[in-house]
């Protein structure tokens, strides 16, 4: 196919105001990824839209393996799905309260704040 560019499971794109670091969860429209490098405002960054990462979660939050997952971009955590959370993925394993990371796997669609 002539007019195929790439799989699209790691998209360039500008990194937001404040930059940011590698591995960081990051929202560039309705585009959720994970940072592959430490970038600053403005300046180009891969990052990945699926695959199984291990993403900081609000600590309070109870997620089952199986639950979907939202991103929280005010707090820049994972949490359950919710008003003004990004869908991001699926939780596979469990990860209670007190527990301060989760591991997701993206799903790589279009996302938009509930």
Not at 44 to 68: C, H, M, N, Y
Not at 87 to 114: M, Q, Y
Request: proline share 4%; hydrophobic share 50%; net charge neutral.
């Amino acid at each position: 196919m002539k007019n195929y560019i790439q799989e699209g499971r790691m998209i360039t794109v500008a990194a937001p105001a404040g930059g940011v670091a590698s591995g960081d969860g990051v929202v560039i429209g309705a585009l959720f990824g994970v940072a592959s490098k430490t970038a600053a405002a403005g300046e180009t960054v891969t990052i990945a839209t699926e695959g199984v990462f291990d993403l900081p979660k609000l600590a309070s939050a109870i997620i089952a393996a199986g639950d979907k997952v939202s991103w929280d971009d005010t707090t820049k955590q994972v949490n359950l799905p919710g008003p003004g959370r990004f869908p991001i993925g699926i939780a596979i394993e469990a990860a209670g309260n007190g527990a301060i990371i989760v591991r997701v796997r993206l799903d790589g669609v279009a996302t938009v704040a509930a």
